[in-house]
């Protein structure tokens, strides 16, 4: 973990517990190991700069979610200006769960769906949140939710469907 100035041990305990369920939201979100690492990495950084104020709210765990789904707003709205390497500086991690996600296929079909429609679709069906919790997390009404979560399915649906009738 980063230093970020915190000399609170919950912080470092709320990291340590989190940080699977985290890192496979950001990866989720980002499609890419390197990038959610970083993701994960800024999200609780920042968090660990304001832990004293957030830890004494009910849902420190959304607050870092609303952080990633917001630093990744920003991400989509500016330029890439980053080169990529071919050797990453570090192995990446390593999380059973995530690789059932993306040895099932399914990762490439949730990739082709816009941002929030991802996001809703993860937080709903990976990590099992409600409408009203979802759309608190994202900043979004319940409504929106619903109707993301709809259209995400149909074209998850559909691009199986187009796959078996291409695939025999």
């Not at 919950?10 to 985290?22: D, G, N």
């Not at 769906?113 to 994202?138: F, N, T």
Request: charge should be positive; aromatic fraction near 4%; proline fraction near 7%.
């Amino acid at each position: 973990m980063p230093e970020v100035g915190v000399d609170d041990p919950t912080f470092e305990r709320f990291a340590e517990q989190r940080l699977p369920a985290l890192y496979r939201y950001a990866m989720v979100l980002t499609q890419n190991r390197h990038d959610a690492e970083d993701l994960v990495q800024e999200a609780l950084t920042r968090t660990g700069l304001r832990w004293k104020a957030i830890r004494r709210k009910d849902d420190p765990e959304g607050y870092v979610r609303t952080a990633m789904v917001r630093i990744m707003a920003n991400r989509w709205r500016r330029p890439k200006r980053e080169v990529s390497v071919p050797d990453p500086p570090e192995p990446a991690t390593q999380d059973a769960g995530l690789e059932r996600l993306l040895d099932d296929g399914l990762r490439a079909r949730i990739a082709e769906l816009p941002p929030r429609m991802r996001a809703v679709l993860v937080l709903r069906y990976v990590e099992e949140r409600g409408d009203e919790e979802i759309a608190r997390l994202l900043g979004c009404s319940r409504g929106t939710v619903k109707s993301q979560a709809s259209r995400g399915l149909a074209r998850l649906r559909e691009a199986v469907k187009t796959e078996e009738i291409e695939h025999g």
